[in-house]
Nanobody
Framework: QVQLVESGGGLVQAGGSLRLSCVAS????????MGWFRQAPGKERELVAV????????YYADSVKGRFTISRDNAKNTVYLQMNSAKPEDTAVYYC?????????????WGQGTQVTVSS
């Protein structure tokens, strides 16, 4: 069983930065890709960024492109989300998730979430 634990959330002023971390533990961890999602109150969960575990290819939602950076440290089983130029609309609970297979869009493991609040 894989466990994902996020950290690094908190309160930041608009224009500021935060770095979220997600550490995986449990069985030998070798996902196909890792993703960061977020869910704001009253809104559906949305995909923010994705990184492939082996090659490090990345994808970003248009809303965060140029401001957020996803990265990973395979040796530490950790994925990061660097959030720069934060906006109030970035306020949400942020979740990391692991997808173990390349052949499915499904994410198999989820963290418990970390709250990010951006004040204006």
């Amino acid at each position: 069983q894989v466990q994902l634990v996020e950290s690094g959330g908190g309160l930041v002023q608009a224009g500021g930065s935060l770095r979220l971390s997600c550490v995986a533990s449990g069985r030998t961890f070798s996902p196909n890709r890792m993703g960061w999602f977020r869910q704001a109150p009253g809104k559906e969960r949305e995909l923010v960024a994705v990184i492939t575990w082996s090659g490090g290819s990345t994808y970003y939602a248009d809303s965060v492109k140029g401001r957020f950076t996803i990265s990973r440290d395979n040796a530490k089983n950790t994925v990061y989300l660097q959030m720069n130029s934060a906006k109030p609309e970035d306020t949400a609970v942020y979740y990391c998730a692991a997808s173990m297979m390349a052949t499915t869009p499904r994410y198999d493991y989820w963290g418990q979430g970390t709250q990010v609040t951006v004040s204006s």
